[in-house]
């Protein structure tokens, strides 16, 4: 199986030349390591300017507006996402659910846009805290809010990342079978609402304090088909070395295709080119 790694580099770094310079430090490691897909999601400002440069790169946003255009002060929106080359978009973060209020509502609405215009969603759940014992409800909870009304062919550029909130930027990780139960549960609920095709079809990562050190323990379940990085993605040698590992694995499991390359944006078909990822100016 092929394994998807996110490299969420949240508010990280400062400056544009460190941002840059560790993007070039992470591609000159990872250009020539197979059977694993990479997606880079620096903070917005940087994003336009990389996806250019950077060739051939995967991009991602940690996040987007569900509204297509109009007055709505300090968003983005998914067309500027797609006129920057990107492919993924990070949804209901732990941190944006914390510190910018998103609700349950505010994150459908983004997964369901996002869907709607092409490009994957990674929609992140996960439970407050380690003592918690009602894990399976939350993640049912989060999961029924975040995909309800969607249609079942819409899933197919779903992902979902299981990130406890407990184990980010702790460097305390959860343990891989319990991710591996978190995995089955997401699964489990996914089938319930759709089907077993849709639900078997749908990657799921793992997120929350995941290293060089511990990344096999959790690829090698071969119910997790990634992870979601965070602090480790700000290292490059540690970045690279991680990257390399899941590869290890990735090829050991055999592969599966998951959908990579940028999508047609809507209503803008002339000049467009499949794979390519760049877009004609309306
Ligand atoms: P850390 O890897 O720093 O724990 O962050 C995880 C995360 O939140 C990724 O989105």
């Known amino acids: 199986m092929r394994k998807l790694i996110i490299a969420n ?3 990280n770094p400062q400056n544009y030349a460190e941002a840059e310079q560790l993007l070039a430090a992470v591609l000159g490691g990872v250009k020539r390591i197979r059977g694993v897909t990479v997606v880079f999601c620096p903070p917005f400002v940087w994003l336009t300017d990389f996806s250019h440069k950077m060739r ?3 991009f991602g946003a940690q996040d987007v507006f569900w509204e297509l255009a109009g ?3 300090g968003e983005v929106s ?7 080359r990107v492919s993924h978009v990070i949804v ?3 941190e944006r659910r914390r510190w910018l209020g998103e609700t349950d509502e505010m994150v459908r609405r983004k997964v369901a846009a996002v869907l709607a215009a092409g490009l994957t969603a990674i929609l992140c759940v996960g439970e407050e805290s380690r003592e918690q014992d009602n894990v399976s409800a939350v993640l049912e909870q989060q999961l029924v809010a975040a995909l309800g009304g969607l249609a079942k062919a819409s899933l197919a550029r779903l992902v979902v990342a299981y990130e406890p909130v407990w184990a980010i930027g702790t460097g305390e990780a959860d343990s891989s079978s319990n991710a591996l139960s978190a995995a089955i549960t997401i699964r489990k609920v996914i089938r319930d609402r759709f089907d077993q095709k849709v639900a078997q079809s749908v990657p799921v990562l793992y997120g929350g304090s995941v290293s060089s050190e511990n990344i096999v323990s959790f690829l090698s379940e071969e119910g997790i088909d ?3 990085v965070g602090g480790a ?3 490059a040698s540690e970045f690279i070395e991680l990257v390399r590992r899941a590869a290890a694995v990735s090829r050991s499991q055999g592969r599966l295709k998951l959908p990579v390359s940028t999508p047609r944006p809507p209503g ?3 000049g467009w080119k499949k794979g390519t990822g760049v877009q004609p100016v309306a």
Do not use: D, E, N
């Open 9 to 11: 580099w949240k508010m």
């Open 268 to 270: 803008r078909t002339a």
């Open 92 to 94: 209901g973060h732990s």
């Open 71 to 73: 007055a709505y002060t």
């Open 56 to 58: 051939p790169v995967s």
């Open 233 to 235: 993605s700000l290292r």
């Open 226 to 228: 990634g992870a979601l």
């Open 78 to 84: 998914l067309s500027m996402l797609q006129t920057s």
